[in-house]
């Protein structure tokens, strides 16, 4: 066993490695490689392999990732390369070792053995997780600002998996220095392994460490401690079948983004509790329904006011099926809850299916996707699992080519922008995976209230959708 696991940690390295090397130097922004380093758990965490399985929820995100950049600014007597490199560096490995510690399965990869029916995360004693320390003369101030620029360049600012590798790591990090001006943490996952809550409670515990370090293991608050427990996933077992199929091909490859265009921007926009307020009496002053009918949450009304900007942005052709996506997490949702810090995926896909672009191109299309997803998220205290498991296998059949996507990553309600590794808050943070399609991002709108989203657009569209954002809040 150990000797897989070193064969397994040597061929994740060598191919991240290349990788790393090939990506920074056709990538848009210039990035100089530091190092590469290779930071094992705490040293009393493992001694035999240690092997999780995957359940129902893991098994809808084989084969993709989670990647997010979160910038920090730093002060003038702590910016320079001399105290980034004897000071930050030493403490943000040192305190990845010892939180890695808790979340073991993160220092693992993921398998498929030909016997086994399904996946599983295996962690061998001596198995890291690779950190990769860049630096970049770009300005600060415009790479982590909330303007509109270029996608590519933020991609840069995150690593890939190996498109080659078939039994994937379960994380990659890294951290790039803008001399004299800030740095940011790029962060890769698994999203077999992860959801949106994993990735940050793990980042928040990462940051409580590095903050309170001192020598040997540290304990975590209970608002922090992740749980192992994989047995409190009580899904019927005959539904883990059925997302194995959809699956398809029995790989555990995660296709890289590719290249992004020239003409891809992204833009993080804002919405101040102000604006969601407004949006919130626009709503009920234009649907015919009563007011105890509407679902009028923050997540709601923006994701509504989002999507039907962007319907908008492509215009005509009223008649092209659209469809709405959202991952809904059922950690309260289960029968017994599940803990607070569970450490896996708990999250499942929800559609809105069967809509038509015109639904949402008259004056009415706000209000209209605010009764769509509203009543969608209020059906899920209604139906079990396995009815929307049903209802999404079906919606996925019935999906017309050409019909426009929307979905949307993160959470107003994560709480990242107070995560504090010792040199300040986050100034802002990016979720880079949505250049990959037409996704929206959604998070709390650092620490003010009101919420911010972001996406990623051709040049001439984002013209557009700004514009059209704008206008409706003013209106």
Known sequence: MDKDGDAIKSLHSSLLEKIIKKRFHSSEMVLNIIKISHVS????????????????????????????????KLTESSSSRKFFYSVIIPKLEASLSLVLGHFLPLAGHVTWNPQDPKPCIVVFPHDTVTLTVSESEEDFSSVSGKGKRLASETRALVTEFPASCDSPCVLSLQVTLFPNQGFCIGITANHAVMDGKTVVN????????????????????????PSLDRTIINVPAYLEAKM????????????????????????TLELTLENVEKLRERAKSESTRSHSELHLSTFVLAYAYMWTCLVKTHGGQGERPVRLMYAADFRNRLDPPVHKGYLGNCVFPIGCFGHKAKTFLGEDGFVKAVEILGDSVKGLRLLGIEQLCELYVDGKKRVKPGTQLGTIAGSNRFGLYGSDFGWGKPVNTEFVSIDRNEAFSMSERDMSGGVQVGLCLKKHEMHVFISLFNDGLVN
């Open 244 to 267: 194995l199929v959809l699956q398809g091909e029995r790989t555990l490859k995660i296709p890289q983004a590719g290249e992004i265009g020239h003409d891809i921007f992204r833009i």
């Open 41 to 72: 758990p705490y040293a009393d965490s493992l001694y035999d392999p240690l092997v999780v399985p995957l359940t129902f929820f893991d098994l809808k995100w084989l084969k993709d990732s989670v990647q997010q950049v979160v910038f920090y």
């Open 202 to 225: 793990f980042y928040k515990s990462w940051a409580h460490i590095c903050k309170s370090q001192t020598h040997g293991n540290i304990l975590l608050p209970d608002d922090l401690t």
